[in-house]
């Protein structure tokens, strides 16, 4: 589609400018509007358009007016040629980016914003966002799949009725399944899935790096699925709510995701949408979804006259269920940039089961194994802690008496302080996210102007004193529902990216995105080399030059990773390929770039290509769109590095081509 190209040719053309010093950095948001508004008006036309730029260029650049001019256009025309293919396409089976942005979009995508524990669904009306509501007229869903006889059912509408209506008791019992997002393209091996060994149905793990198990008791047999077919499941109810509502077929969808989803996960995500149905425009990781929200109220301030225009910075730190994410956005004239974002599994499942635990420590030593016995005992267990970390909320003091069967009870009377205590370290952690996150975006806690708490756990009073503690604020910005503003902003992101334009400008938004976690290969014997680092605003463009390690190398393995470890098996391998034909020559004399390309709609693609000593490539240069990897992505890696060892490894050249 027209629409993703020009934004962008905009971006990019404005990172340009920024980077080169042309611009001045308060000029920015300006600028990207410019282009955008330019882009889509000339439709690259850009000779025959003239453009009235008011006294905003810096006194320090001594540009003149149409010497600025000038700049931005050339930059721009030099954008264009940027996005051109320049490489020859050696494995793409999958749905380009740009072919998606091609495709025609007859209806507005709908937001959906899938939590750990509870899910809603919005959509552009036209002039607002509106929240849908299930047939017990709620707008938050609870996200669970029920197994139940022959019949699936999911939380979408399940309670719709009396008598289909769906318990807590009986969510618990072992027929149904939940927490999908936190299980959803995660290893066996992995902490998070470990740590769900203690929900009411089953969760089995062979421990060598491979999909996990899950089943649900049905009739008192274990009946199998995996964690995409359950969101699936629950996804083609919520889809078919939808409908309803709506009175017409849903095919496109804007999805939330946390910010510490790996690229293997979002795949697995986008597997399940399409199980359903349902073809995803975006997967939007939740405080960018939130920042365009924020942006639309601040446009909306300036509309009304009760803005001042200026560039407002706010911290959003959003805590569910299943995770934990934090950012910064700076926002001015509609466009919000995300300056900065730090994601962790923490959430409040962690400070459910440390509550769990410490009411009952024998825990897991009193009902080893999967029994019919001890998933009841888990079920009401877990309601009695919800329950607990919910009034504690409100109160300092919070008497808890459960009856687990089997002549074991408990009964207690919590306070606030020694739940503080319990979960000291998940407080800790949230500590950490925010300072890394204030640290990436060089800023300090002086120069934030707004602080947004969301997610369920924003109500926990010790989550707000660490955020607003460390933000040095009274309080957190009034203008966001907490349950409400993820969905909201993937509803907005829907409406913009299917082409809906609003007469107010409601929708003329934009947030430029950063990479969450770095993207590099492995070389150096094993080491991590970031080509993308984190917070690299998209789309982007970075490349690298690696050179032979040993005389008369011939072939080289690039192995694509994703994370914050040094090492390269500390962090998330997404695939790997091959050059081959490498000229035999002394070590370290024949270079090889790779570098790699992450559109406006967030997929990456690597290339790589042996590099002649005057700079150019030899073609043609192998091009490969990541993740390629499927199952069993956990022990691939090791492998990779049992079968070819060092001898088609890589070394980093101590210097980088230009960005």
């Known amino acids: 589609m027209l629409r993703e ?5 905009g971006v990019r053309a404005a990172c340009s400018l920024a980077s080169s010093g042309i611009l001045p950095a308060r000029l920015f948001f300006t600028v ?6 330019l882009l889509t008006h000339t439709a690259l036309r850009l000779p025959q358009h003239r453009l009235r730029l008011r006294s905003q260029q810096s006194p320090q650049s001594g540009l003149g007016e149409s010497r600025f001019l000038g700049h931005l256009l050339r930059t721009v025309e030099q954008a264009c040629r940027m996005t051109e293919q320049l490489y020859t396409v050696a494995s793409d089976s999958e749905t380009t980016g740009e072919d998606k942005s091609q495709m025609s979009f007859p209806d507005v995508a709908i937001g959906i914003d899938i939590g750990t524990s509870n899910c809603s669904v919005a959509v552009w009306t036209g002039h607002q966002v509106e929240l849908l509501k299930n047939t017990r007229n709620q707008k938050g869903m609870r996200s669970y799949v029920m197994f139940k006889d022959d019949t699936l059912s999911a939380g979408v509408t399940g309670g719709a009725t009396q008598e289909h209506g769906h318990e807590e008791r009986d969510i ?62 629950f996804l083609l109810e919520l889809k078919a709510l939808v409908e309803m509502h709506l009175k017409h077929p849903v095919r496109n969808a804007v999805l939330t995701i946390p910010v510490a989803f790996s690229r293997f996960q979002q795949t697995r995500i986008e597997r399940a949408c399409a199980m359903a149905g349902l073809h995803v425009l975006r997967l939007m990781p939740e405080p960018t979804s939130i920042a365009l929200l924020y942006a639309q109220q601040q446009q909306q301030l300036l509309h009304d006259n009760m803005g001042s225009g200026i560039e407002k910075i706010a911290l959003i730190f959003n805590m569910g269920a299943g995770y934990c994410d934090a950012a910064v956005t700076a926002t001015a004239g509609g466009v919000s940039q995300i300056r900065a974002l730090s994601g962790s599994t923490v959430g409040g499942e962690d400070i459910l089961q440390n509550v769990m635990h410490h009411l009952l420590p024998d825990f897991d030593s009193l009902y080893a194994g999967q029994t019919m016995d001890r998933i009841k005992s888990i079920g009401l267990l877990r309601m009695a802690t919800q329950d607990v970390i919910h009034k504690l909320a409100t109160q300092e003091h919070v008497e808890i008496n459960v009856d687990l069967g089997g002549g074991h009870k408990v009964s207690k009377i919590l306070g606030r302080g020694e739940f503080e205590k319990v979960n000291q370290a998940i407080f800790e952690k949230c500590e950490g996210i925010i300072k890394q996150c204030l640290a990436d975006a060089k800023l300090t806690p002086e120069d934030i102007n707004d602080v947004i708490l969301v997610g369920g756990c924003s109500k926990i009073p010790k989550i707000r004193s660490v955020v607003l503690g460390l933000c040095k604020k009274d309080d957190s910005y009034g203008g966001i529902d907490p349950l409400e503003a993820a969905v909201s902003g993937a509803a907005l992101e829907g409406a913009i990216a299917s082409g809906v334009t609003d007469p107010s400008g409601s929708l003329d938004l934009l947030t430029i995105q950063a990479t969450p976690m770095n993207l590099g ?44 470890g040094k090492q390269a098996e500390e962090n998330h391998l997404l695939g790997y ?78 210097k980088k081509l230009h960005p």
């Open 521 to 564: 290969i492995r070389a150096d014997g094993g080491n991590f080399a970031a080509i993308i680092p984190r917070n690299t605003a998209v789309p982007a463009r970075r490349d690298m030059m690696f050179t032979t390690t040993h005389d008369n190398q011939t072939e080289a393995l690039i192995a694509v990773y994703e994370g914050e």
């Open 577 to 654: 390929f091959k050059i081959t034909d490498i000229t035999a020559a002394a070590k370290g004399t024949v270079e090889i770039n790779v570098c790699m390309d992450i559109d406006a709609t967030n997929v990456l693609r690597v290339f790589a290509g042996v590099v002649k000593p005057q700079g150019q490539a030899i073609p043609p240069f192998i091009e490969v769109r990541m993740p390629t990897l499927d199952d069993g992505h956990g022990w691939c890696g090791q492998a990779l590095a049992k079968m070819f060892g060092s001898t088609l490894d890589l070394a980093a050249v101590p």
């Open 5 to 9: 190209r020009l934004r962008t040719v």
């Open 32 to 37: 990207v509007l410019l282009f955008l508004k």
């Open 172 to 233: 618990l019992s072992g027929s149904a399944i939940f927490n999908m997002k936190r299980l959803i393209g995660r290893m066996d091996t992995d902490e998070v899935v470990q740590a769900s060994k203690n929900l009411p149905f089953l969760v089995q793990t062979l421990g060598i790096g491979v999909r996990p198990f899950i089943a649900a008791l049905v009739n008192n047999m274990w009946r199998s699925t995996t964690p995409e077919e359950v969101l699936a499941i």
